[in-house]
């Protein structure tokens, strides 16, 4: 499933996070030019962590902090060099979420969607965009679903309330993939399968899963692999303090904690991770027991979520050996662990 395999060895392509938020302190709703260095080596040490490419997420910001942070994006993608990781379109992730749901993003920065509000946001970026993350149950969410496919944009169901019934119909309308499954939604219920449970009976949506033990617990994270493991996508959720020690950071005008890999705001709200994709991969690889699978969900599944007509072929052959993995699998041990192919 994860690439090629020789008796207990697969090779794969890189990494691909689909929802990174920032590290080394940088967070890139905050972005200024002032942070160009910072986010170069933010971007090496990545590739050296085995990620070839990340698409950078914005929380619910400002318009002008949205703005400039693109601005400065857009620089970066200019000084990209080779065995650097590369800077792929943006995660937008809101403004158009549920209040009820909206966990560590800012009220006040929350919005009703429009094909006004969104404009505001993205006019003149619309190719630097590629994911957006909204609630479909709001109203005015199915012009704006509509309006973001017309220009390829992904859509993605997080931050909601939304029920099954809800969901399957924003599936329907083009939404194709779950912001970090179970978290700021409904739970999968025996009376009541929500968003998740609708993923899956659908069974072409993308179930993006944050793997740190904390987010979601493993014994979950394990049988969410069994129902499903075509579809999981691991992502970070890496937030500013990723690459940095434990310690109390300042994000946006709050305080954060960030401990064991864990951040949480100072009332204990989950705001995000910082273990790295390819760690959360050998989380799931142990968790689930599946290695194949779990190195599936972290190189492969995403790029097949931003190209659906790509195969697995197309990430390996005449691809350079320093640009993929070579994995193995101690069985013993129950640990993945992997290396540069050459």
């Not at 006040?108 to 969104?118: D, G, I, K, V």
């Not at 940095?244 to 994000?251: A, F, R, S």
């Amino acid at each position: 499933m994860a690439g090629e395999h020789w008796g207990g060895d697969w090779l794969s392509p890189m990494g691909i996070d689909l929802q990174m938020n920032g590290g080394l302190g940088v967070s890139f709703p905050e972005l200024t030019f002032k942070d160009l260095s910072t986010l170069v080596d933010l971007l090496d040490r990545l590739w050296i962590n085995g990620v070839e490419a990340i698409c950078p997420t914005f929380i619910s910001c400002p318009v002008p902090s949205l703005h400039l942070g693109l601005e400065v994006l857009r620089e970066a993608r200019r000084e990209h060099a080779p065995n650097r990781c590369k800077l792929l379109g943006a995660h937008l992730e809101g403004p158009f979420l549920s209040k009820h749901h909206h966990g560590a993003h800012s009220s006040e920065h929350l919005c009703s969607p429009s094909l006004f509000a969104l404009e505001e946001r993205i006019e003149g970026m619309e190719n630097e965009i590629d994911l957006v993350t909204l609630a479909p149950e709001l109203v005015g969410s199915l012009d704006v679903i509509k309006r973001l496919k017309s220009l390829g944009v992904i859509v993605c169901l997080g931050h909601s309330s939304a029920d099954e019934n809800t969901s399957s119909n924003a599936f329907h309308q083009g939404v194709s993939m779950l912001t970090h499954a179970f978290n700021a939604m409904p739970g999968l219920q025996h009376r009541s399968p929500g968003p998740v449970g609708e993923a899956i009976k659908n069974g072409e949506i993308a179930i993006g899963l944050i793997a740190d033990g904390v987010h979601v617990h493993p014994n979950i994270v394990a049988f969410l692999q069994r129902l499903a493991p075509n579809q999981l996508v691991l992502v970070s959720d890496a937030i500013a303090p990723y690459g940095l020690k434990d310690g109390e950071y300042k994000w946006d005008d709050r305080l954060i904690v960030s401990q064991k890999g864990c951040c949480r705001l100072e009332n204990g709200t989950l705001a995000g991770s910082t273990v790295s994709l390819l760690q959360a991969c050998k989380n799931l690889a142990k968790w689930g027991g599946e290695p194949s699978s779990a190195i599936w969900s972290a190189t492969t599944a995403p790029r097949i979520v931003l190209d659906a007509e790509l195969q697995l072929k197309d990430f390996l052959i005449g691809q350079p050996l320093n640009h993929l993995l070579r994995w193995k699998m101690n069985f013993e041990q129950n640990e993945l662990s992997w290396q540069r192919a050459a």
